[in-house]
């Protein structure tokens, strides 16, 4: 017990070098004294003076040390008789206590004063931590980030050897130190299910449950235990807080997603009653009117034929429609690879699409040789179909359309470009979301706004992009792009993937992409 308190009396002293100096200060003070005789006041003011510096410099027990050589000091060599620890009378007494006494109440008082003073210093930095712990949680907009990074942050703002952040909502540790031994993550999960606030756990951790009003959502464990008690519970709360944040943003972003999945297949039910209803009252109509006018002559008879078959070829392409997205987000499409001349596929899309380009002017171009390259016909055809019909739907009668196709370094392009009346600036960046048609789709009044969601998604998993850009009354141009391959993918597979989006070449070996994953962005063309 003694050399415990003997070691701290020293530590408290700043080191043992802090004595030695005390001590010569001492006697240098008491040989000037004895040098310019001086009486016992003056001695017993300057030793006073000597012991109120030591007091507000070093500890209690230095500036004690120090007052019990000047008392010696001064006894010995100012007080009669001299040269002797005798005291003569009750004068020399009383100034000797008086000394004493002075000494005491100044070390005592100057201690307080440092005591305090140190303290404050202290609740200054803890509160310069705090500030900057708060600046670096306001500077994270990613909630669920700043959760990974908060022990870190905490470890390095307030120099401790490691920090533990676990989150009941989600049973998951967060740490600043590479491992987390299975008895510390099972009492912090102890400390959100029981009555302990603040525990010692194994490691030399100490820890606090994190309260989101009086629910634990938490516990925060550091080690060693330098944080008061009120720093702690402040870095509590403010971690509490960030929990607090991403646990609303979270369920805001579910509430979220469920009002726009219920968005969606509203859209969907209503796109498709609507646009399937349509075509079968037109076949209603004109079946029961051949059924039943007997008076029809031959040229009525084959006008209500033919809104039979045009109105029934509209509805097994909004079928058609409805099953690729339906193909879309099962997963179920695949891309398969195959050589093909691009002019040839052009000229097959022109074809297929002769119907709906009736009375435009078609212009098709290939740029440079026009070798084979590897792609999937028949998704790219549907690609070019898709676009071409758009052209043809929007455009009015005799305007002109023209295809191209160019090899631009790694990439195989083509252009469907139009002169017609364009598409409105505020429906440019969203013609690529489902079931959005524009302000022209509303007004023509057919399509169900899944054309070019279709191509892009079709685009995606070929590793490839599609890109729109128009000028209203001067026409539209839809650029797209699929990876290069003009020899056999095997050999060429370390090529194609550096040129395809993240994910493309796993899809066009076959693995499904889902449309839905991709954000939206428009579709007055769809």
């Known amino acids: 017990m003694h050399g415990g308190r003997i070691a701290s009396m020293v530590s408290d002293s700043r080191g043992i070098v802090h004595w030695v100096v005390g001590a010569l200060m001492t006697a240098l003070t008491t040989a000037l004294l004895v040098w310019l005789g001086a009486n016992s006041t003056a001695a017993g003011m300057v030793y006073l003076v000597l012991v109120v510096w030591s007091s507000t410099q070093a500890g209690i027990w230095l500036s004690l040390y120090i007052a019990v050589l000047c008392a010696l000091s001064f006894d010995y060599f100012f007080l009669l008789p001299y040269h002797s620890f005798r005291m003569a009378g009750a004068p020399e007494w009383v100034a000797m206590l008086s000394y004493i006494a002075c000494c005491l109440v100044v070390v005592r008082v100057a201690e307080r004063a440092r005591r305090q003073?140190?303290?404050?210093?202290?609740?200054?930095?803890?509160?310069?931590?705090?500030?900057?712990?708060?600046?670096?949680?306001?500077?994270h907009e990613d909630a669920e980030g700043l959760i990974h990074e908060l022990p870190l942050l905490i470890h390095r703002i307030f120099a401790l050897n490691g920090v533990v952040l676990y989150v009941s909502e989600e049973d998951r540790f967060y740490t600043s130190t590479s491992e987390l031994p299975m008895s510390i993550q099972a009492s912090l999960r102890a400390m959100t299910q029981g009555p302990n606030p603040t525990l010692n756990i194994p490691g030399n951790f100490t820890a606090m449950t994190l309260m989101l009003g009086m629910r634990p959502v938490g516990a925060l464990g550091?080690?060693?235990?330098?944080?008061?008690?009120?720093?702690?519970?402040?870095?509590?709360?403010?971690?509490?807080?960030?929990?607090?944040?991403?646990?609303?943003?979270?369920?805001?972003?579910?509430?979220?997603?469920?009002?726009?999945?219920?968005?969606?297949?509203?859209a969907l039910i209503d796109s498709l009653t609507h646009e399937l209803r349509t075509p079968l009252t037109s076949i209603r109509v004109a079946a029961t009117t051949l059924l039943e006018a007997d008076g029809l002559d031959e040229a009525g008879r084959l006008d209500l034929a033919s809104i039979v078959d045009e109105e029934a070829a509209r509805l097994d392409s909004l079928i058609g429609e409805a099953v690729e997205m339906a193909e879309i987000d099962a997963k179920v499409v695949q891309v398969h690879l195959a050589p093909e001349h691009p002019r040839s596929l052009i000229d097959q899309a022109v074809e297929e699409s002769r119907k709906a380009l009736a009375s435009r002017r078609i212009?098709?171009?290939?740029?440079?040789?026009?070798?084979?390259?590897?792609?999937?016909?028949?998704?790219?055809?549907?690609?070019?179909?898709?676009?071409?019909?758009?052209?043809?739907?929007?455009?009015?009668?005799?305007?002109?359309?023209?295809?191209?196709?160019?090899?631009?370094?790694?990439?195989?392009?083509?252009?469907?470009?139009?002169?017609?009346?364009?598409?409105?600036?505020?429906?440019?960046?969203?013609?690529?979301?489902?079931?959005?048609?524009?302000?022209?789709?509303?007004?023509?009044?057919?399509?169900?706004?899944?054309?070019?969601?279709?191509?892009?998604?079709?685009?995606?998993?070929?590793g490839g992009e599609i890109e729109v850009s128009s000028v209203p009354g001067k026409g539209t141009s839809f650029r797209f792009w699929v990876p290069l391959v003009e020899k056999e993918p095997a050999s060429e597979r370390s090529r194609v993937q550096s040129q395809a989006t993240p994910g493309s070449l796993e899809k066009i070996e076959g693995v499904a992409w889902n449309i839905s994953d991709s954000p939206p962005e428009d579709a007055s063309r769809a």
């Open 117 to 139: 003073t140190l303290q404050a210093e202290h609740r200054r930095g803890d509160m310069e931590r705090l500030y900057g712990l708060s600046q670096e949680m306001m500077l």
């Open 222 to 266: 550091w080690r060693p235990a330098v944080l008061s008690r009120e720093v702690a519970s402040a870095v509590t709360a403010q971690v509490a807080i960030v929990l607090a944040r991403a646990i609303a943003i979270e369920a805001s972003t579910r509430m979220e997603a469920a009002r726009e999945g219920e968005r969606l297949r509203t």
């Open 363 to 462: 212009t098709v171009s290939v740029e440079g040789s026009d070798e084979p390259a590897w792609f999937d016909p028949h998704l790219l055809g549907r690609v070019l179909r898709h676009l071409l019909e758009n052209a043809g739907k929007y455009t009015p009668q005799g305007s002109r359309i023209t295809l191209s196709s160019r090899r631009n370094g790694d990439r195989l392009e083509f252009c469907v470009e139009d002169n017609g009346p364009g598409i409105d600036a505020l429906d440019l960046p969203l013609i690529f979301d489902k079931f959005y048609r524009g302000k022209r789709g509303a007004i023509v009044g057919k399509g169900s706004g899944m054309g070019l969601a279709i191509t892009r998604a079709i685009l995606t998993a070929h």
